[in-house]
């Protein structure tokens, strides 16, 4: 069994940042990739950005430049940093990851519950 939990969502205005943070937990062997996605009001929720084991990354054209994500695997947590923040940037986010665990030794996909992020001035 694995758990991911998002948090750092929130309100900001145009411009600012916010950072956020998905930590997973549970029968873990390892955690290849994650990404992060988000789905906007009368939206399909569509990919932002992912990263490998290894630490590369892709990014959606519409956050290339403004966004990061990173990880730390020795505490199993995945972070996408937003900066210069934008209206059409509210969303809610949801983290993603692909782990092998313990029972198994099979690689599962796991979701977070989503945090919300409100850019708006």
């Known amino acids: 069994q694995v758990q991911l939990v998002e948090s750092g969502g929130g309100l900001v205005q145009p411009g600012g940042s916010l950072r956020l943070s998905c930590a997973a937990s549970?029968?873990?062997?390892?955690?290849?990739?994650m990404g992060w996605y988000r789905q906007g009001p009368g939206k399909q929720r569509e990919l932002v950005a992912t990263i490998t084991s290894g630490g590369s990354t892709n990014y959606a054209d519409s956050v290339k430049g403004r966004f990061t994500t990173s990880r730390d695997n020795a505490k199993n947590m995945v972070y996408l940093q937003m900066n210069s923040l934008k209206p059409e940037d509210t969303a809610v986010y949801y983290c993603?990851?692909?782990?092998?665990?313990?029972?198994?030794?099979?690689?599962?996909?796991?979701w977070g519950q989503g945090t919300q992020v409100t850019c708006s001035s």
């Open positions: 549970g029968n873990i062997v390892r955690i290849n990739n």
């Open positions: 993603e990851a692909e782990v092998v665990i313990t029972t198994t030794r099979l690689s599962y996909q796991y």
